[in-house]
Protein backbone atom coordinates (compact mmCIF):
# COMPACT_ATOMS: atom_id res chain seq x y z
CA UNK A 1 0.00 0.00 0.00
CA UNK A 2 1.20 3.72 -0.61
CA UNK A 3 2.17 5.55 2.11
CA UNK A 4 0.14 8.69 1.47
CA UNK A 5 -3.48 6.33 1.62
CA UNK A 6 -2.20 4.13 4.40
CA UNK A 7 -1.35 7.49 6.46
CA UNK A 8 -4.61 9.25 5.38
CA UNK A 9 -6.94 5.84 6.49
CA UNK A 10 -5.29 6.43 10.34
CA UNK A 11 -5.58 9.93 10.39
CA UNK A 12 -9.09 9.63 10.07
CA UNK A 13 -9.73 7.56 12.84
CA UNK A 14 -7.11 9.89 15.13
CA UNK A 15 -8.78 10.97 18.75
CA UNK A 16 -6.14 13.51 19.38
CA UNK A 17 -7.25 16.11 21.83
CA UNK A 18 -9.88 17.77 20.09
CA UNK A 19 -9.21 21.59 20.37
CA UNK A 20 -8.44 22.08 16.66
CA UNK A 21 -4.96 23.52 17.55
CA UNK A 22 -1.32 22.36 16.62
CA UNK A 23 -2.64 20.55 13.55
CA UNK A 24 1.22 20.92 12.66
CA UNK A 25 3.68 21.86 15.36
CA UNK A 26 3.59 24.80 17.00
CA UNK A 27 6.34 26.99 16.85
CA UNK A 28 7.24 30.23 18.71
CA UNK A 29 9.61 31.37 21.61
CA UNK A 30 10.24 30.79 25.17
CA UNK A 31 12.76 32.34 27.63
CA UNK A 32 13.90 29.71 29.80
CA UNK A 33 17.17 28.36 27.84
CA UNK A 34 18.50 31.73 27.77
CA UNK A 35 16.91 33.58 30.51
CA UNK A 36 15.56 31.11 33.37
CA UNK A 37 13.81 33.58 36.16
CA UNK A 38 14.90 36.97 34.20
CA UNK A 39 11.78 37.90 32.96
CA UNK A 40 9.71 40.71 32.65
CA UNK A 41 6.83 42.43 30.00
CA UNK A 42 9.63 44.41 28.54
CA UNK A 43 11.58 41.19 27.71
CA UNK A 44 8.28 39.98 26.24
CA UNK A 45 7.22 42.95 23.88
CA UNK A 46 10.95 43.64 22.84
CA UNK A 47 11.09 40.09 22.02
CA UNK A 48 8.09 40.36 19.80
CA UNK A 49 9.29 43.25 17.94
CA UNK A 50 12.27 41.15 17.24
CA UNK A 51 10.15 38.38 15.85
CA UNK A 52 8.50 40.36 13.39
CA UNK A 53 10.76 42.84 12.47
CA UNK A 54 13.55 39.44 11.99
CA UNK A 55 11.34 38.07 9.63
CA UNK A 56 10.68 35.26 12.04
CA UNK A 57 6.75 35.38 12.99
CA UNK A 58 6.37 35.33 9.06
CA UNK A 59 7.95 32.18 8.98
CA UNK A 60 5.98 30.84 11.28
CA UNK A 61 6.87 31.64 14.74
CA UNK A 62 3.74 33.30 16.14
CA UNK A 63 3.83 32.14 20.39
CA UNK A 64 5.39 34.43 22.65
CA UNK A 65 5.75 32.35 25.57
CA UNK A 66 7.05 33.44 29.02
CA UNK A 67 8.41 30.39 31.26
CA UNK A 68 8.38 30.19 35.22
CA UNK A 69 8.17 33.06 37.84
CA UNK A 70 5.73 35.52 36.90
CA UNK A 71 3.75 35.03 39.85
CA UNK A 72 3.49 36.54 43.39
CA UNK A 73 1.37 33.86 45.60
CA UNK A 74 -1.96 33.05 45.17
CA UNK A 75 -4.97 35.15 47.29
CA UNK A 76 -7.27 34.01 49.47
CA UNK A 77 -9.56 33.84 47.13
CA UNK A 78 -7.78 30.78 45.23
CA UNK A 79 -6.84 32.57 42.54
CA UNK A 80 -3.11 33.05 41.55
CA UNK A 81 -1.76 36.91 41.78
CA UNK A 82 0.56 38.32 38.58
CA UNK A 83 4.02 39.87 40.02
CA UNK A 84 3.12 43.20 39.29
CA UNK A 85 7.22 44.59 39.79
CA UNK A 86 7.67 42.76 36.43
CA UNK A 87 4.45 42.81 34.76
CA UNK A 88 3.29 46.36 35.97
CA UNK A 89 0.16 46.09 33.48
CA UNK A 90 -0.98 42.65 33.95
CA UNK A 91 -1.11 39.90 31.07
CA UNK A 92 -4.27 40.56 29.59
CA UNK A 93 -2.20 43.77 28.25
CA UNK A 94 0.27 42.10 26.96
CA UNK A 95 -1.91 39.22 25.65
CA UNK A 96 -3.92 42.27 23.67
CA UNK A 97 -0.13 43.75 22.21
CA UNK A 98 0.75 40.43 21.34
CA UNK A 99 -2.75 39.78 19.51
CA UNK A 100 -2.41 43.34 17.71
CA UNK A 101 0.89 42.51 16.32
CA UNK A 102 -0.33 38.82 14.98
CA UNK A 103 1.41 36.78 17.86
CA UNK A 104 -0.05 34.49 20.27
CA UNK A 105 0.60 34.46 24.08
CA UNK A 106 1.93 31.24 26.06
CA UNK A 107 2.38 31.13 29.92
CA UNK A 108 3.67 28.51 32.27
CA UNK A 109 2.94 26.45 35.20
CA UNK A 110 3.58 22.97 37.31
CA UNK A 111 1.30 20.24 37.84
CA UNK A 112 2.69 20.61 41.81
CA UNK A 113 2.18 22.67 44.24
CA UNK A 114 5.21 24.67 42.74
CA UNK A 115 7.04 25.37 39.81
CA UNK A 116 10.20 24.52 39.11
CA UNK A 117 11.81 27.31 40.46
CA UNK A 118 9.59 27.65 43.56
CA UNK A 119 6.40 29.74 42.54
CA UNK A 120 2.95 29.15 43.21
CA UNK A 121 2.20 25.90 41.43
CA UNK A 122 -1.52 24.76 39.98
CA UNK A 123 -2.13 21.46 41.31
CA UNK A 124 -5.52 21.35 42.82
CA UNK A 125 -5.92 24.78 41.71
CA UNK A 126 -6.63 23.81 38.02
CA UNK A 127 -9.78 25.20 37.90
CA UNK A 128 -9.07 28.96 39.30
CA UNK A 129 -5.71 28.59 37.38
CA UNK A 130 -7.53 27.73 33.67
CA UNK A 131 -9.61 30.55 34.59
CA UNK A 132 -7.24 32.86 35.13
CA UNK A 133 -5.34 32.39 31.70
CA UNK A 134 -8.64 32.28 29.79
CA UNK A 135 -9.66 35.42 31.54
CA UNK A 136 -5.97 37.30 30.44
CA UNK A 137 -6.68 36.07 26.84
CA UNK A 138 -3.79 33.52 26.84
CA UNK A 139 -3.48 31.15 24.11
CA UNK A 140 -0.66 28.26 25.38
CA UNK A 141 -0.17 26.71 28.57
CA UNK A 142 3.09 24.92 29.09
CA UNK A 143 2.70 22.69 31.94
CA UNK A 144 5.23 21.21 33.91
CA UNK A 145 6.39 18.62 36.70
CA UNK A 146 8.14 19.92 39.54
CA UNK A 147 6.88 19.25 43.11
CA UNK A 148 4.24 16.66 41.82
CA UNK A 149 3.58 15.41 45.75
CA UNK A 150 4.24 12.07 44.54
CA UNK A 151 1.31 11.73 42.19
CA UNK A 152 3.03 9.48 39.75
CA UNK A 153 4.75 6.29 39.02
CA UNK A 154 2.16 4.49 36.90
CA UNK A 155 0.56 6.06 33.87
CA UNK A 156 -2.87 6.39 35.09
CA UNK A 157 -1.61 8.39 37.79
CA UNK A 158 -0.12 11.07 35.99
CA UNK A 159 -2.50 10.89 33.27
CA UNK A 160 -5.33 11.57 35.93
CA UNK A 161 -2.74 14.55 37.27
CA UNK A 162 -2.50 15.97 33.51
CA UNK A 163 -6.02 15.38 32.70
CA UNK A 164 -7.23 17.53 35.35
CA UNK A 165 -5.83 20.33 33.74
CA UNK A 166 -6.94 19.84 30.27
CA UNK A 167 -10.42 19.48 31.77
CA UNK A 168 -10.32 22.77 33.57
CA UNK A 169 -8.80 24.53 30.02
CA UNK A 170 -11.37 23.13 27.89
CA UNK A 171 -14.20 24.24 30.85
CA UNK A 172 -13.45 27.81 29.76
CA UNK A 173 -14.22 27.35 26.48
CA UNK A 174 -11.15 29.09 25.33
CA UNK A 175 -8.79 27.38 22.77
CA UNK A 176 -5.51 27.10 24.70
CA UNK A 177 -2.48 24.92 23.44
CA UNK A 178 -1.71 22.19 26.24
CA UNK A 179 1.88 22.14 25.99
CA UNK A 180 2.11 18.99 28.83
CA UNK A 181 6.18 18.68 30.01
CA UNK A 182 6.15 15.37 31.97
CA UNK A 183 9.78 14.91 30.56
CA UNK A 184 8.82 11.50 29.10
CA UNK A 185 7.60 9.92 32.67
CA UNK A 186 5.16 7.07 32.96
CA UNK A 187 5.22 6.47 29.50
CA UNK A 188 3.55 9.42 28.40
CA UNK A 189 4.07 8.66 24.68
CA UNK A 190 1.06 6.22 25.24
CA UNK A 191 -1.23 8.48 26.34
CA UNK A 192 -0.51 12.27 25.96
CA UNK A 193 -2.04 13.09 23.11
CA UNK A 194 -5.29 11.88 24.06
CA UNK A 195 -5.23 15.12 26.81
CA UNK A 196 -2.14 17.20 25.40
CA UNK A 197 -0.99 18.76 21.81
CA UNK A 198 2.54 17.83 22.58
CA UNK A 199 4.56 16.06 25.59
CA UNK A 200 7.54 16.46 26.09
CA UNK A 201 9.40 12.94 26.17
CA UNK A 202 13.06 14.01 27.91
CA UNK A 203 14.52 15.76 30.89
CA UNK A 204 15.57 19.06 29.79
CA UNK A 205 18.10 19.74 26.80
CA UNK A 206 21.50 21.68 27.41
CA UNK A 207 23.44 23.48 25.01
CA UNK A 208 25.49 20.73 24.05
CA UNK A 209 25.36 18.17 21.06
CA UNK A 210 26.95 14.76 22.46
CA UNK A 211 28.47 15.33 25.78
CA UNK A 212 27.03 12.92 28.70
CA UNK A 213 26.26 14.63 32.09
CA UNK A 214 25.08 12.97 35.16
CA UNK A 215 22.15 15.08 35.90
CA UNK A 216 20.69 13.17 32.60
CA UNK A 217 21.24 9.58 33.52
CA UNK A 218 18.38 8.29 31.19
CA UNK A 219 20.04 7.55 27.82
CA UNK A 220 16.71 5.06 26.71
CA UNK A 221 13.07 5.96 27.28
CA UNK A 222 12.21 2.33 27.16
CA UNK A 223 14.52 1.60 30.45
CA UNK A 224 11.91 1.10 33.50
CA UNK A 225 14.86 2.44 35.78
CA UNK A 226 14.77 6.01 34.26
CA UNK A 227 13.31 7.38 37.12
CA UNK A 228 14.98 10.20 37.08
CA UNK A 229 14.53 12.20 33.27
CA UNK A 230 16.57 15.01 34.90
CA UNK A 231 17.94 18.32 32.98
CA UNK A 232 21.29 18.41 30.63
CA UNK A 233 20.69 16.23 28.18
CA UNK A 234 22.47 16.25 24.67
CA UNK A 235 21.01 16.63 21.78
CA UNK A 236 21.92 13.49 20.58
CA UNK A 237 20.53 12.04 23.96
CA UNK A 238 17.18 13.38 23.05
CA UNK A 239 17.32 12.08 19.59
CA UNK A 240 17.91 8.43 20.76
CA UNK A 241 15.54 8.41 23.35
CA UNK A 242 12.79 9.22 20.82
CA UNK A 243 13.39 7.05 18.57
CA UNK A 244 11.17 4.33 19.17
CA UNK A 245 8.39 6.74 19.73
CA UNK A 246 9.04 9.09 17.11
CA UNK A 247 6.12 7.86 15.11
CA UNK A 248 3.33 8.93 17.73
CA UNK A 249 3.10 12.45 16.64
CA UNK A 250 0.21 13.72 14.97
CA UNK A 251 -2.16 16.32 13.74
CA UNK A 252 -3.09 17.78 17.17
CA UNK A 253 -0.72 16.28 19.59
CA UNK A 254 3.11 16.06 18.96
CA UNK A 255 6.19 14.47 20.54
CA UNK A 256 8.43 17.73 22.30
CA UNK A 257 12.46 17.32 21.96
CA UNK A 258 12.27 20.03 24.22
CA UNK A 259 12.80 23.81 23.08
CA UNK A 260 15.65 25.28 20.83
CA UNK A 261 19.20 25.41 21.92
CA UNK A 262 20.26 27.39 18.52
CA UNK A 263 21.92 30.49 18.79
CA UNK A 264 23.16 29.81 22.48
CA UNK A 265 26.39 29.54 21.94
CA UNK A 266 27.88 26.10 23.36
CA UNK A 267 27.59 24.44 19.61
CA UNK A 268 28.96 24.93 16.40
CA UNK A 269 27.25 26.05 13.40
CA UNK A 270 27.11 22.45 11.92
CA UNK A 271 25.84 21.19 15.32
CA UNK A 272 23.39 24.14 15.16
CA UNK A 273 21.80 22.88 12.11
CA UNK A 274 22.26 18.81 12.86
CA UNK A 275 19.75 20.00 15.83
CA UNK A 276 17.25 22.07 14.10
CA UNK A 277 16.99 19.94 11.32
CA UNK A 278 16.33 16.56 13.32
CA UNK A 279 14.08 18.73 15.21
CA UNK A 280 11.77 20.08 12.57
CA UNK A 281 11.86 16.48 10.74
CA UNK A 282 10.54 14.40 13.85
CA UNK A 283 7.94 17.05 14.11
CA UNK A 284 8.96 18.56 17.44
CA UNK A 285 7.66 22.18 18.49
CA UNK A 286 9.88 24.50 17.21
CA UNK A 287 10.38 26.85 20.19
CA UNK A 288 13.31 29.40 19.89
CA UNK A 289 15.12 29.34 23.16
CA UNK A 290 17.74 32.25 22.41
CA UNK A 291 17.58 35.83 23.69
CA UNK A 292 16.18 37.50 20.29
CA UNK A 293 17.33 41.43 21.91
CA UNK A 294 20.89 39.71 20.80
CA UNK A 295 20.13 37.99 17.61
CA UNK A 296 23.12 37.64 15.18
CA UNK A 297 22.89 36.69 11.34
CA UNK A 298 24.12 33.04 11.69
CA UNK A 299 21.69 32.13 14.20
CA UNK A 300 19.03 33.52 11.81
CA UNK A 301 20.01 31.81 8.81
CA UNK A 302 19.18 28.52 10.55
CA UNK A 303 15.98 29.84 12.24
CA UNK A 304 14.58 31.17 9.20
CA UNK A 305 15.28 28.51 6.74
CA UNK A 306 11.66 28.03 4.68
CA UNK A 307 12.90 24.79 3.33
CA UNK A 308 13.70 22.73 6.47
CA UNK A 309 10.49 24.43 8.49
CA UNK A 310 8.11 23.40 5.73
CA UNK A 311 9.28 19.50 6.15
CA UNK A 312 8.42 20.93 10.19
CA UNK A 313 4.94 22.43 9.12
CA UNK A 314 3.88 19.25 6.48
CA UNK A 315 0.57 18.66 6.41
CA UNK A 316 0.81 15.31 6.35
CA UNK A 317 1.99 15.61 9.94
CA UNK A 318 4.16 12.30 9.81
CA UNK A 319 7.46 12.10 11.90
CA UNK A 320 10.67 10.82 10.50
CA UNK A 321 11.54 7.86 11.66
CA UNK A 322 15.08 6.41 12.15
CA UNK A 323 16.03 3.43 9.74
CA UNK A 324 19.82 3.04 10.44
CA UNK A 325 22.29 3.65 13.29
CA UNK A 326 25.52 2.21 13.48
CA UNK A 327 28.18 2.76 16.63
CA UNK A 328 31.06 1.05 15.39
CA UNK A 329 32.47 4.22 14.52
CA UNK A 330 35.14 6.49 16.16
CA UNK A 331 34.34 8.15 19.38
CA UNK A 332 35.07 11.71 20.10
CA UNK A 333 36.55 13.00 24.30
CA UNK A 334 33.54 11.78 25.49
CA UNK A 335 33.44 8.26 24.26
CA UNK A 336 30.44 9.35 22.14
CA UNK A 337 29.83 9.06 18.56
CA UNK A 338 27.29 6.97 16.50
CA UNK A 339 25.88 8.29 12.38
CA UNK A 340 22.12 7.66 11.86
CA UNK A 341 19.95 7.64 9.06
CA UNK A 342 16.43 8.97 9.55
CA UNK A 343 13.27 9.45 6.48
CA UNK A 344 9.76 9.94 6.37
CA UNK A 345 7.00 10.49 4.11
CA UNK A 346 6.07 14.26 2.93
CA UNK A 347 3.04 15.99 1.39
CA UNK A 348 2.33 14.87 -2.16
CA UNK A 349 4.94 11.42 -2.15
CA UNK A 350 7.96 13.23 -1.49
CA UNK A 351 10.30 12.10 1.02
CA UNK A 352 12.82 13.41 3.76
CA UNK A 353 15.83 12.05 4.32
CA UNK A 354 18.92 12.80 7.10
CA UNK A 355 22.33 11.62 7.34
CA UNK A 356 23.58 12.17 10.53
CA UNK A 357 26.94 12.35 11.58
CA UNK A 358 27.76 12.13 15.61
CA UNK A 359 31.13 11.24 14.95
CA UNK A 360 34.38 13.80 15.89
CA UNK A 361 35.50 13.57 12.09
CA UNK A 362 34.14 14.19 8.53
CA UNK A 363 32.78 10.98 6.95
CA UNK A 364 31.64 9.90 3.37
CA UNK A 365 27.73 8.25 4.31
CA UNK A 366 25.57 6.54 1.97
CA UNK A 367 22.03 5.31 2.61
CA UNK A 368 19.85 3.79 -0.45
CA UNK A 369 16.14 3.51 -1.51
CA UNK A 370 15.49 0.42 -0.09
CA UNK A 371 16.69 1.84 3.54
CA UNK A 372 15.07 5.38 2.86
CA UNK A 373 11.59 3.26 2.48
CA UNK A 374 12.20 0.45 4.62
CA UNK A 375 8.94 1.58 6.89
CA UNK A 376 6.89 1.04 3.33
CA UNK A 377 7.82 -2.49 2.55
CA UNK A 378 11.42 -4.14 3.86
CA UNK A 379 14.10 -5.37 2.20
CA UNK A 380 13.26 -3.51 -1.28
CA UNK A 381 9.34 -3.93 -1.16
CA UNK A 382 8.21 -0.46 -1.17
CA UNK A 383 6.97 0.17 -4.58
CA UNK A 384 9.03 3.62 -4.19
CA UNK A 385 12.37 1.63 -4.50
CA UNK A 386 11.85 1.17 -8.25
CA UNK A 387 11.59 4.83 -9.10
CA UNK A 388 13.99 7.48 -10.19
CA UNK A 389 13.75 10.53 -8.03
CA UNK A 390 15.36 13.89 -7.82
CA UNK A 391 17.05 14.87 -5.00
CA UNK A 392 16.91 18.57 -3.65
CA UNK A 393 19.29 19.53 -0.64
CA UNK A 394 17.06 21.58 1.90
CA UNK A 395 20.55 23.55 3.55
CA UNK A 396 22.06 24.94 0.09
CA UNK A 397 19.51 28.15 0.05
CA UNK A 398 20.20 28.91 3.48
CA UNK A 399 20.53 32.72 3.35
CA UNK A 400 23.86 34.10 3.63
CA UNK A 401 25.46 36.13 6.29
CA UNK A 402 25.42 39.30 4.61
CA UNK A 403 21.50 39.00 3.84
CA UNK A 404 20.85 38.59 7.53
CA UNK A 405 22.56 41.55 8.72
CA UNK A 406 20.84 43.52 6.49
CA UNK A 407 17.42 42.09 7.72
CA UNK A 408 19.30 43.06 11.24
CA UNK A 409 20.56 46.34 10.86
CA UNK A 410 17.79 47.70 8.57
CA UNK A 411 15.59 50.62 9.97
CA UNK A 412 11.91 49.52 9.95
CA UNK A 413 11.08 51.84 7.22
CA UNK A 414 13.48 49.47 5.03
CA UNK A 415 12.58 46.27 6.12
CA UNK A 416 9.52 45.99 3.41
CA UNK A 417 12.30 46.77 0.90
CA UNK A 418 14.95 44.42 2.20
CA UNK A 419 12.78 41.33 2.69
CA UNK A 420 11.58 41.42 -0.56
CA UNK A 421 15.13 41.61 -2.17
CA UNK A 422 15.90 38.74 -0.23
CA UNK A 423 13.02 36.87 -1.55
CA UNK A 424 12.05 35.81 1.90
CA UNK A 425 9.12 32.89 2.35
CA UNK A 426 6.44 34.44 4.05
CA UNK A 427 4.36 32.19 5.56
CA UNK A 428 1.48 34.66 7.05
CA UNK A 429 1.27 35.44 3.86
CA UNK A 430 1.54 31.76 2.40
CA UNK A 431 0.70 29.37 4.23
CA UNK A 432 3.22 26.22 4.16
CA UNK A 433 0.29 24.19 2.95
CA UNK A 434 -0.27 26.48 -0.08
CA UNK A 435 2.94 27.33 -0.27
CA UNK A 436 3.63 23.36 -0.56
CA UNK A 437 0.65 22.81 -3.62
CA UNK A 438 2.39 25.31 -5.42
CA UNK A 439 5.74 23.68 -5.67
CA UNK A 440 7.59 27.13 -4.00
CA UNK A 441 11.16 26.96 -4.89
CA UNK A 442 12.50 28.32 -1.92
CA UNK A 443 10.33 25.05 0.65
CA UNK A 444 11.97 22.73 -1.85
CA UNK A 445 16.27 23.51 -1.66
CA UNK A 446 18.66 23.21 -4.27
CA UNK A 447 18.16 20.27 -6.72
CA UNK A 448 21.65 18.39 -6.61
CA UNK A 449 21.52 14.94 -8.44
CA UNK A 450 19.03 12.17 -9.28
CA UNK A 451 18.53 8.69 -7.98
CA UNK A 452 18.10 5.28 -10.25
CA UNK A 453 15.39 2.90 -9.27
CA UNK A 454 17.26 1.20 -5.97
CA UNK A 455 20.22 3.95 -6.16
CA UNK A 456 22.52 4.90 -3.56
CA UNK A 457 22.45 8.47 -2.00
CA UNK A 458 26.05 9.35 -1.05
CA UNK A 459 28.06 12.45 0.43
CA UNK A 460 30.17 14.10 2.57
CA UNK A 461 29.07 14.74 6.13
CA UNK A 462 30.96 16.92 8.21
CA UNK A 463 31.45 15.78 11.52
CA UNK A 464 28.74 16.39 14.48
CA UNK A 465 26.50 17.67 11.25
CA UNK A 466 23.91 16.28 8.61
CA UNK A 467 22.31 16.26 4.69
CA UNK A 468 19.35 16.71 4.36
CA UNK A 469 17.54 16.00 1.41
CA UNK A 470 13.62 16.53 0.16
CA UNK A 471 13.16 13.63 -2.76
CA UNK A 472 10.77 13.97 -5.50
CA UNK A 473 9.46 11.20 -8.14
CA UNK A 474 10.36 11.39 -11.40
CA UNK A 475 7.62 9.43 -12.24
CA UNK A 476 4.95 10.33 -14.30
CA UNK A 477 6.84 13.80 -15.47
CA UNK A 478 6.86 14.44 -11.47
CA UNK A 479 3.17 13.36 -10.71
CA UNK A 480 3.60 9.95 -9.93
CA UNK A 481 1.76 10.92 -6.65
CA UNK A 482 -0.74 13.72 -7.69
CA UNK A 483 -3.87 11.55 -6.94
CA UNK A 484 -3.11 11.98 -3.45
CA UNK A 485 -3.04 15.60 -3.32
CA UNK A 486 -6.32 16.26 -3.57
CA UNK A 487 -7.04 14.52 -0.20
CA UNK A 488 -4.83 17.06 1.58
C1 LIG B 1 4.33 38.97 5.28
O1 LIG B 1 3.04 39.23 4.81
C2 LIG B 1 2.24 39.97 5.74
C3 LIG B 1 0.82 40.01 5.16
O2 LIG B 1 0.81 40.54 3.87
C4 LIG B 1 2.85 41.34 5.93
O3 LIG B 1 2.08 42.09 6.84
C5 LIG B 1 4.27 41.17 6.45
O4 LIG B 1 4.92 42.42 6.56
C6 LIG B 1 5.09 40.27 5.52
N1 LIG B 1 6.36 39.97 6.19
C7 LIG B 1 7.54 39.97 5.57
C8 LIG B 1 8.69 39.51 6.38
O5 LIG B 1 7.70 40.31 4.42
C1 LIG C 1 -13.45 20.78 24.59
O1 LIG C 1 -13.50 19.38 24.33
C2 LIG C 1 -14.45 19.00 23.34
C3 LIG C 1 -14.50 17.47 23.29
O2 LIG C 1 -13.27 16.96 22.91
C4 LIG C 1 -14.04 19.64 22.02
O3 LIG C 1 -14.99 19.31 21.02
C5 LIG C 1 -13.95 21.14 22.18
O4 LIG C 1 -13.49 21.72 20.98
C6 LIG C 1 -13.02 21.51 23.32
N1 LIG C 1 -13.03 22.94 23.53
C7 LIG C 1 -11.96 23.64 23.88
C8 LIG C 1 -12.18 25.09 24.03
O5 LIG C 1 -10.86 23.15 24.07
Same mark, same amino acid.
Given at each position: ??? %? ?31 ? *? ?20 ? =????? %? %???? *? ?8 ? +? ?35 ? *? ?25 ? +? ?16 ? &? ?6 ? @? ?25 ? $? ?20 ? *??? $? ?13 ? @? ?73 ? %? ?5 ? &? ?32 ? =? ?13 ? !? ?61 ? !? ?6 ? $? ?19 ? $? !? ?28
Amino acid at each position: MLP %VLLLSGLAAGVRAVNNGLARTPQMGWNNWNSLG *CDVSESLLLDTAKKLIDAGLRD =VGYNY %V %VLDD *CWSDGRGSDG +YIRVDKVKFPNGMKSIAKHLHDNGLLYGMYSSAGEMT *CARYEGSLDWEKQDAESWASWDVDYLK +YDNCYHRGRFGTPEISFN &RYNTMWQA @LNATGRPILYSLCSWGEDYVHTWGMSI $ANSWRMSGDIYDSFTRPNDLCI *CTN $AADPHCVAPGSHCSV @LNILNKVAPYADRGQPGGWNDLDMLEVGHGGMTDDEYVAHFSLWAAVKSPLLIGADLRHLDAKTLTILNNPAVIA %VNQDPLG &RSVTRVRRDTDVPKDKYGVGETQVWSGPLYGGDE =VVILLNAVGEDLEMS !TDLNEIFFSDGPEGSAPQTKEKWAVYDLWANRMDDGTAQRILDAPVTELESVFSKANVYNSTL !TPYVEGLK $AGDERLMGKKVGELAPGGELK $A !TVPKHSVKMYRLKSLENGGKRYSIHRDEL
